[in-house]
């Protein structure tokens, strides 16, 4: 039988808030085993203690900014809309069925003005990964780190053309190892090359000045930032959270990240996990002083279709030598001032190779010829730190802990994207970016405590 509801309820009823939640709300899980009170002492030196009109309860605030960024909302006037309507949301807060629900502008003026040039959203991120650490959410053995793009909230067409001076310098670490291979071959030493000035120019938003212009292979177009983050295996907690303009380079903030990471929580694991775009002979010289065993996927070779690479010659590190796939050996020819050791061919074996055109071409900027006769193969005095996360990324091991990356920090960055609504800036600056990323990820780690824990 069809039934129908006539007219609206409008009967007076005695409820509870309490009963309004169901008993396995997500909000009922986090208020369980998260205690938000270090909060207060966080921010403390930002408020009077005996003047000016009372504020509101900065849990409160921080807990509303939990909500936004743990349901998606897009901005916070519909923070305070949802909050008003939502009974759940309410009872997380502490708020009564008829309170008011603090105005949208109380968030912007404690960003903008209170905690602009602070750090606290920062320690409030700091305090909740501590937490899981001490609840044994964090192993400690591998960290996988990897950026995102994040959308600025400027617009692709409202730029100006600017040009940058910089200064480069030679690396005097670098110059040291080229001389040392050179005189071991009986070359003269390099000099050290004088100070180079050279003009950049780029185009600089005129809303989001602190944004980059991004223009990468297979990546959007336009003004983004970049979002670098770092996990840990076990659980997928987020460790750490950098912001820079969408130009930055991965590999430039990488090592430095990661110290950061290692000094604020004390733990240093055994592998460090990355894709291909962290694969820079810098970035693998200083995991190796660092005792870090890199799980990071090798570049993959992009030269013309049908020819042989380097790799598929062997060297020889003893006798200091290549050898092609017939045979012949290359010898040292000379290092240049870049840091790359030449190994050639002899033309009189290569004009009668059988194999000599899937080996000789020309291309100056990796592998060249003379007058298609000769093979030249360059190999950089630091070749020897992705010699060995090579040889680590081809075994059973190396395959299976590179395998987990995409089902930690990927997952992570496609959580912060889909469910939380990462992928477009909410506000402009790098500062307001930070927040919104730390609260964001924030949110995941208190999430996943919580859930964690109710098991």
Request: aromatic fraction near 10%.
């Amino acid at each position: 039988m069809m039934t129908r509801r006539i007219g609206e309820q409008q009967k007076l009823e005695l409820v509870m808030l309490e009963q309004l939640v169901k008993p396995d709300h997500l909000l009922r899980k986090i208020k369980k085993h998260i205690n938000f009170d270090f909060i207060y002492d966080l921010v403390r030196e930002f408020y009077s203690e005996d003047m000016g009109r009372p504020s509101i309860d900065p849990v409160v605030l921080f807990k509303m900014s939990l909500l936004q960024a743990l349901y998606g909302i897009s901005s916070e006037r519909r923070l305070v809309d949802e909050v008003h309507h939502n009974m759940a949301y309410r009872w997380f807060l502490g708020y009564g069925l008829t309170e008011v629900i603090p105005d949208h502008s109380v968030f912007s003026y404690n960003r903008k003005q209170r905690f602009e040039e602070s750090s606290v959203y920062e320690e409030i991120f700091n305090e909740i990964v501590l937490m899981a650490i001490g609840k044994g959410l964090v192993k400690g053995k591998i960290f996988y780190t990897d950026s995102t793009h994040i959308r600025a909230n400027a617009s692709n067409s409202k730029y100006e053309n600017k040009e940058d001076e910089e200064i480069i310098t030679e690396d005097e670490s670098l110059l040291t190892l080229i001389n040392e291979k050179r005189e071991s071959k009986g070359q003269k030493p390099l000099k050290p090359a004088e100070e180079k000035l050279i003009t950049k120019s780029k185009k600089v938003s005129k809303t989001d000045p602190d944004s980059g212009y991004m223009h990468r292979d297979r990546k959007p177009v336009g003004f983004y930032h970049l979002l670098h983050g770092t996990v840990d295996s076990m659980h997928n907690i987020m460790l750490g959270i950098h912001v820079t303009p969408g130009n930055v380079h991965d590999a430039t903030v990488y090592v430095d990240n990661l110290d950061h990471i290692f000094e604020s929580y004390e733990i240093i694991p055994k592998y460090v996990g990355a894709d291909a775009g962290y694969f820079n002979l810098n970035v693998l010289e200083e995991l190796s002083e660092r005792n870090l065993i890199p799980v990071i996927g090798p570049k993959r070779y992009g030269g013309k279709k049908g020819k042989k690479s380097k790799y598929w010659f062997e060297y020889f590190p003893e006798e200091d030598f290549y050898k092609c796939f017939e045979g012949q050996i290359l010898t040292y020819k000379t290092t240049t001032r870049q840091g790359y050791v030449e190994y050639e061919s002899d033309p009189k074996i290569c004009i009668n190779c059988p194999q000599r055109e899937k080996c000789l071409y020309e291309n100056k900027e990796t592998m060249t010829i003379s007058d298609c006769k000769t093979k030249i193969i360059r190999r950089h005095v630091k070749e020897y730190y992705a010699d060995e996360v090579r040889a680590f990324m081809k075994t059973e091991k190396g395959k299976s802990l590179y395998k987990r990356r995409k089902e930690t920090i990927e997952r992570i960055f496609a959580d912060m994207k889909e469910l939380c609504g990462i992928r477009y800036a909410h506000y402009r600056g790098s500062e307001g970016v930070k927040a919104q990323a730390l609260i964001t990820a924030t949110a995941l780690n208190i999430k996943k405590i919580a859930t964690i824990l109710s098991k």
